[in-house]
Structure formats: structure tokens, C-alpha cells
């Protein structure tokens, strides 16, 4: 995914936007259809590239694709979120 992916409430921001600012019902439901397009495309990304790696290297399962969809703003519906992990590895080289 490219930095400049939206997230799932930016997009939905915008299509409301567009809607609003559209006059011709034509031209509306092609830009619509055309932005609904390229809001899926970040979540079909993750799913692409979750199935190569679950089928190529294995040891994934269904749990580490809703991990990774819930990290990029996607999170799945009635799932509670992911807890924050803290790393409390301490900065000193050991002995």
C-alpha cells in the first residue's frame, strides 16, 4: 500500500462530500462507483497479499488478516480492538 492510502473514514468522508457536490445523477453514479472502487482497493491489498503468504509460507490464519485490516483502518464489524502492545525490552545491552 502507498502512504497516501485513506482511511476507511476518510473515504467515507469524501463520498458523502461528492454527493453533495454533484448535480448530474450521471456523472454522480460514475464518480461514485468510480470512488467506491478505490476504497476497497486498500482492504483487497491486505486480502491479496494475506492469501500468498497464508498459502506460500503458512502459520497465518484468519485472526492475523483481521490484525492486519484493523491496523491499516479497517477494522471488522463487532470486533473489539486489538489491545496496544507495549515493548518493555529495556534499552541496556545485556551482560
Known amino acids: 500500500m502507498s502512504d497516501t492510502t485513506m482511511t476507511a473514514e476518510q473515504l467515507a468522508e469524501e463520498l458523502l462530500t461528492t454527493r453533495r457536490r454533484l448535480s448530474a445523477p450521471e456523472d454522480g453514479a460514475r464518480l461514485l462507483a468510480e ?8 482492504v483487497l491489498e491486505i486480502v ?5 503468504e497464508s498459502n506460500d ?9 483481521a490484525w492486519r485490516l484493523e491496523q491499516a483502518g479497517y477494522p471488522l464489524p463487532g470486533r473489539a480492538p486489538a489491545p ?3 515493548d518493555i525490552t529495556p ?4 551482560n
Do not use: K, M
Open 57 to 65: 509460507i503458512g502459520g497465518i490464519d484468519a485472526g492475523d488478516l
Open 91 to 94: 534499552d541496556t545491552p545485556e
Open 48 to 52: 491479496s497479499a494475506w492469501c500468498v
Open 35 to 42: 470512488l467506491q472502487r478505490n476504497a476497497t482497493r486498500p
Open 84 to 86: 496496544v502492545v507495549h
